[in-house]
């Protein structure tokens, strides 16, 4: 099959094989997704399911045992580690659970950092900076370090780091997981409002209340897909193989 020119990310028959020397896990197994430019999809599922997996190969982070993989119409399983890194730097924004922010860093320098990996210009750097961190509601504490922000401030500033890269998509992986209620609510509504705002959103998250907040939802078993909605309005995830009138076709 060829790739599809509307969508920002095609996986196809995409697997993921750990070995050791006493046993072999299959961490996914034929994956076929299809995100297009615009969308906010929920990737659900029981621990050890294979969402992280799935998220770290849509990502650039790992590479696929088997299948094709399209980011942008272009094929990337096959891609060297240094091209990965230069497509992966431009093309992907992370959000992390742990907020991956280092700590000895001020929180502009944390949010300047990856752009200064693709040798950008100081004013254009500055510039980017500026505009996520306002959009985030975090200028305020631009010369504070990590350890003087709160988690859910820590997490707004992850999400900056993300955005000012402009990248084609933004992933979260489980990005409420180290936040109370309060600030897991307010970092999904800023997620909700970038969405509104245009940024395709991929997340991963084990709480249905924030599984909710996306228009698509993915669910994963074993490394399979077993249900997607499709971004269809009002439309609840059913079985593979099975309609809505419970019949199966």
């Known amino acids: 099959m060829e790739q599809d020119g509307n969508s920002l990310i095609k996986l196809e028959g995409v697997s993921k094989v750990f070995t050791t020397e006493e046993v072999e896990t299959r961490a996914l197994d034929e994956i076929d997704l299809d995100i297009c430019p615009g969308e906010y999809l929920s990737v659900s599922g029981p621990s050890g399911c294979g969402k992280s997996t799935l998220l770290s190969l849509i990502g650039l982070l790992d590479s696929p045992t088997g299948g094709r993989y399209w980011l942008k119409s272009r094929p990337v399983e096959t891609l060297d580690f240094n091209e990965r890194a230069r497509i992966r730097n431009r093309e992907v924004g992370f959000i992390f659970q742990s907020f991956n922010l280092i700590g000895d860093l001020t929180i502009q320098e944390n949010v300047e950092l990856p752009l200064t990996y693709r040798g950008m210009m100081a004013s254009e750097r500055k510039r980017r900076v500026a505009e996520a961190l306002e959009k985030v509601g975090m200028t ?38 180290n936040l109370d209620s309060k600030n897991g609510e307010a ?39 077993v249900n997607d909605n499709g971004g269809a309005p009002g439309m609840e995830p059913t079985e593979k193989g099975e309609s809505h009138d419970g019949q199966i076709h």
């Open 140 to 177: 305020h504490r631009i010369r504070h370090y990590p350890a003087q922000l709160s988690g859910g401030e820590q997490q707004r500033v992850a999400v900056a780091r993300a955005l000012a890269g402009e990248p084609a998509i933004l992933l979260a992986d489980e990005p409420t997981g």
């Open 187 to 225: 970092v999904m509504r800023l997620l909700d409002e970038l969405h509104r705002q245009g940024a395709t959103l991929c997340i991963v998250t084990h709480d249905p209340r924030f599984t909710a907040h996306a228009e698509r939802v993915v669910r994963l078993l074993d490394g399979r897909i």
